[in-house]
């Protein structure tokens, strides 16, 4: 059971219309988010990584900075780096949500933080939209958080990845 932000962006996005399984960006509309939007983020994936485009003021104050620009990897703890590459890689490869917790030292308690893919015009799936869910209320912060720890990451709903067929060659199967 998630956050009741974590499942709204997870519903909002799977209601979304889609073509070859990736929502269009054109579709989606952050303010019907209201309350939420603070929370929001939308990134540029860039390899196995992904680098903000816009945060709400929620998240640029939990991390102490502007975020435009900014490597989400930069944002966590050296050994969260490979899981949270992982998510970026499944949620693309498989066009559906993906949920890491994550904690930080200065954080009380846990985040929900959901990613789900977009595509742009030209059909790239290129657009990460996020959003961070407090699990516990947070006071007014003033100071950064300090590098996030991921501790966990799981696909929500079904994998939209096509399946696996044999391959032949000659009359020979390679794959």
């Known amino acids: 059971m998630f956050q009741n932000g974590t499942q709204t962006l997870i519903d909002r996005w ?12 054109a579709d ?7 309350a939420l939007v603070p929370q929001l983020f ?4 860039k390899g196995d990584g992904a680098v903000f485009r816009l945060a709400g003021a929620w998240i640029e104050t939990l991390h102490g900075r502007r975020m435009a620009g900014v490597s989400w990897l930069d944002l966590w703890a050296p050994e969260s780096r490979p899981l949270v590459q992982a998510a970026i890689v499944q949620t693309v490869r498989e066009t559906r949500p993906v949920v890491m917790v994550a904690e930080a030292a200065r954080l009380r308690g846990a985040l929900e933080i ?15 939209l996020g959003l ?13 958080v300090g590098p996030l720890t991921a ?3 799981v696909g929500v709903g079904v994998s939209n990845r096509p399946p696996l067929t044999l ?3 000659d009359g020979r199967r390679i794959a």
């Open 14 to 25: 799977s209601a979304l219309p889609r073509v070859g399984g990736v929502p269009l960006r």
């Open 167 to 169: 391959a032949a060659l």
């Open 28 to 34: 989606l509309e952050p303010m019907t988010f209201g």
């Open 151 to 153: 501790r966990l990451s």
């Open 132 to 144: 961070y869910q407090p699990v516990q209320e947070q006071e007014r912060r003033r100071e950064a």
């Open 42 to 45: 939308s990134a540029d994936r």
């Open 114 to 128: 959901v990613i789900a893919p977009l595509r742009t015009a030209d059909d790239r799936t290129d657009r990460l």
